[in-house]
């Protein structure tokens, strides 16, 4: 079917444009934290909110009002999660991911390779392109919560091992 009627279209065009200025101003009250890149926990609330938003958008059985509320459920759920793991260690553990050595000191962890399915590859090319050739030259690589690496140098540690281990 590639036309059914302008009332479909009239629909989407107002209920986009409500759903749309409803959902800014959620996350305006909610604050930076609610789709901020962090772990796994705050991905499925971001693509949750764009699958109410879908649903409103062309679902005829969801009015504006109950797709604005399913929106206020997750994005309060989200700040609660949020403020309990800045309060409980507990809960900081079960919303997040820890950060992990990969590498340290030049060198790979093999054992945290296999448990976070990384190749050893993965990190020569995130040390590639932090411009190092040498693994001497590094410090640590860390698989940061958010599933990027980060590479410090031995220049930019200062001494060998200046890290805490983040498993600790």
Known sequence: MFFDSWDGIIQVLILGTLAYCAIIAILRISGKRTLAKMSAFDLVVTVALGSILATIL????????????????????????????????????????????????????RD?????????EEVLCAVRSNGFGDLNDIAAVFLETDGTFSVVSQEKAGTRTAFPDPQA
Do not use: N
């Open 58 to 109: 062309l679902s005829k059985d969801v009015a504006l009002v109950e797709g604005v509320a399913a929106f206020v459920v997750l994005v309060v759920l989200q700040y609660g999660i949020a403020t309990l793991s800045v309060r409980s260690k507990t809960i900081e553990k079960l919303a997040k991911a820890e950060a992990r050595y990969l590498l340290r000191d030049g060198v790979i962890d």
């Open 112 to 120: 945290a390779l296999r448990k976070e399915r990384v190749t050893r």
